[in-house]
C-alpha cells in the first residue's frame, strides 16, 4: 500500500505559505509596535466613529474577553480610547495617533499581500478568498 507524502498534499503547501506570509507580516508590523491581532483590531475600527466591543468581537470573530484584552493593550499604547456614551454603554474608539497608523500598516499589508500573492490574477484571488469562507470562514488572529 502506497502512501502518499505530505508535499503531494495541496493543504500542505497552503498551510506552508500562510505561515510564511504570516510571519512576514508579523515581523513588518512589529517594527510599528503593534502585534498582527493589533492591526485587524485597528483596521476593524478605522471605518467607525465609535464601536461597542460587542460589536468588534463579533467582525473579528473573537470573544469579548480576547477584545477587552486587546483594548487594554492598544489603550496602553495611545492607539485606542474607551468612550461612555452617556449611559448606553462603553464604545472604543481610535486615538489620532492610532487612525493615523492604519493606513500606514494597511500598506504593509498591501505590500505583503503583493509579495505573496502579486503573480495570482485577480479571479484567482478571488476564487481563494470565496472557497475558504464558503467552507467556514478563515481561521482567527492571534
Known amino acids: 500500500m502506497s502512501i502518499s507524502n505530505l508535499t503531494d498534499h495541496t493543504g500542505y503547501w497552503l498551510r506552508m505559505v500562510s505561515n510564511a506570509v504570516s510571519q512576514d507580516f508579523a515581523r513588518k508590523v512589529a517594527v510599528e509596535g503593534v502585534t498582527v491581532a493589533e492591526w485587524v483590531f485597528l ?3 478605522f471605518d467607525d466613529d465609535a464601536t461597542a466591543p460587542v460589536l468588534l468581537a463579533s ?3 473573537m470573544t469579548r474577553g480576547a477584545i ?3 483594548a487594554d493593550r492598544l489603550i ?3 492607539l485606542v480610547t474607551r468612550l ?3 449611559g448606553r454603554g462603553q464604545k472604543l474608539a481610535l486615538t ?3 487612525r493615523s497608523k492604519v493606513p500606514k500598516l494597511a500598506g504593509l499589508a498591501d505590500r505583503n499581500d503583493a509579495e505573496y500573492f502579486g503573480t495570482l490574477s ?3 484571488r478571488a476564487a481563494l478568498g470565496q472557497h475558504a469562507l464558503g467552507r467556514g470562514g478563515l481561521a ?3
Do not use: F, H, Y
Request: overall charge negative; hydrophobic content about 30%.
Open 59 to 61: 467582525r473579528m470573530g
Open 84 to 86: 461612555d456614551k452617556e
Open 122 to 124: 485577480e479571479g484567482d
Open 76 to 78: 496602553a499604547k495611545g
Open 68 to 70: 477587552t484584552k486587546l
Open 96 to 98: 489620532a495617533e492610532g
Open 43 to 45: 483596521r476593524a475600527l
Open 140 to 142: 482567527g488572529v492571534d
